[in-house]
C-alpha cells in the first residue's frame, strides 16, 4: 500500500504550477476539459529538458540505440493485432449517489484485492460484488455502485473517413507509441546500420480514454511518452532486461531524482507472453505509484504484426544466417509522469528570517531558467545597461531571464519559485570593479563574480 506524505503538498504543487507557468488547465475560459493540461512558458521548458535528457540517454549515448517519429494516426489493423481493440479495456462502474465514474480495478486494489486484467465483465462483477463491504466511493464515501463494464481505452477518429457513419470503422488516435516502433523495425533494419541486439527509441503523444484521471498531470487522457523497445536474441532476454532494468534505475539517481523516493514494484500477474515485469514506482504526494514499466516482452509484439500483416518479421542474422523473431524488452515512461516526480522531488518549503519561502530545487540540467539577471535598481540606466549586456551574452548559451521588477528579494523569491539554480545582480560596485554577484538558490550563498569569468563559472556550476 502506498504511503501518504505532506497532505496539501499536491495542492501546493497544482497552485504553483498555475501561478507560475508551468500547468494551466485544458481549455479554462470555456470551463475547462477534463483531463488534459498545457504547459505554459516553464512548463514546457521543463518538459523540453526533460525529453533532451531522456533523448540524450537513451539515444545520443548509446550506439545500439536510434531515434524515431511516427504518426500518431496508423493502420487500424495494427491496434487489432496488437489485442488493443479487444482486450484495452478498464472495469467502469458508477456510483449511485453521486455519480462517480470509478475503476472497479483500483477500488479493489485499494481494498487489498487483486483484479486480473484479462478477468471477464462476469468474473470482475463477481469479485466486486464479494468485496463490497470493505469499498466505498472515494468522492462520497457512499457504497451504492452500478454493475461494472469494461470500457475501451482506445480514442476514435475519423481521420481520412468521409463517411457518416465512421464510427463504425473508424481509425485510432494511439494508445502508445511503441506500436509505430514495433511495425517500423524491418525499415530501420533496413536503413540504420544496427544489428540485434539493438533499439528504437520514441517520444510521442498517446491517448486514452482513461475512466479516472484526477490527479493532475499523473494521469491524463492525452499524454506524452518516451518509450524504447530493444530487440533482442530469444536466449539474451533476460540478460539484457536486468541490464534494462538497472540502466533505467541508474538514470533516475543520475537525473538527480532522490533514491528514497524510489522503489520497484515486480508484477506477481503477468499477461500470458509476458516473461518479466517491473515498474519503478515514485514517491508522488499520493503515495508509490507507477512511473515507468520495464517489460520482457517475449516475441509477442513481432509475431502478432507478422500474423496480421502477413509479412515475414523474421530477423536473419548476418553472420550465422540464423533466422529468428526477435524478442523484445521495453521501456515506457510518461512525460508528464517524470514532470510531476521531479516536480515533488523538488519541492521544498524553509524557513528563512521568520518567512517561509518556496523553492524548486530542480537538477541544474532541468531548471527551466538557468540563470536570472538583474540590475539592482530598474531606473538606474547605467546598471539596466550593464545587466542586459550580460543578459544578451549569457542567453546564447543558456535560457535565461532579465528581471527587473521589485526589490531584489522579492526576485530571488520568484526565482526561487521557478526553481532557477543562479541569480546574477549587476550593484552600483559593478560599474567600478566590473564584477557581479551570484546568488546560489540552494545555499542562499553570494559570491562576487568578474564579469569576464562569469560564463566560465556558471558552466562549472551548472554542468
Ligand atoms: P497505469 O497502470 O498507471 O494506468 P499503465 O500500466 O497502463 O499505467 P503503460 O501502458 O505501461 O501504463 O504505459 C507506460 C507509461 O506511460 C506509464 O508508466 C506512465 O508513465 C505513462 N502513462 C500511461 N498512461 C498514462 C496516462 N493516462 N497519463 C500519463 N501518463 C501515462
Redesign the pocket.
Known sequence: MSEKKDDNLMEKIVSLCKRRGFVFPSSEIYGGFA?VYDYGNYGSELSKNIKNEWWKAMVQLREDIVGLDSGIVMSPRIWEASGHVSGFSDPLAECKNCHARLRVDHLLEDAGVFADEKMSEEEINELFKANLDKIKCPTCGKHDFSDARKFNLLVKSNLGNFTSNWDKDPVYLR??TCQGIYVNYKNVLNSARVKVPFGIAQIGK?F?N?IT?RQF?????E???M?MQYFVKPEQEMEEYEKLRQARWNYYLELGIKKENLKWHKHENLVFYAKEAY?IEYNFPFGF?????I?ARGDYDLSQHGKFSGKNLSYVDPETNESYLPHIIES???????MLAVLTDAYAEEAVDGEIRTVLKFPPRLAPIKVAIFPLLKNKPELVGKAHEIYDELKKNYMCEFDDSGNIGKRYRRQDEIGTPYCVTVDFESLEDEAVTVRDRDTMTQERIKIAELERYLENKLK
Open positions: 483531463a494508445g502508445e498517446a486514452r482513461e484521471a498531470i499523473f494521469r491524463t487522457r499524454f506524452e511518452q518509450e515498474d505509484k507507477e512511473l515507468e514499466g517489460h515506457s515512461v510518461g512525460v508528464g509522469r517524470t
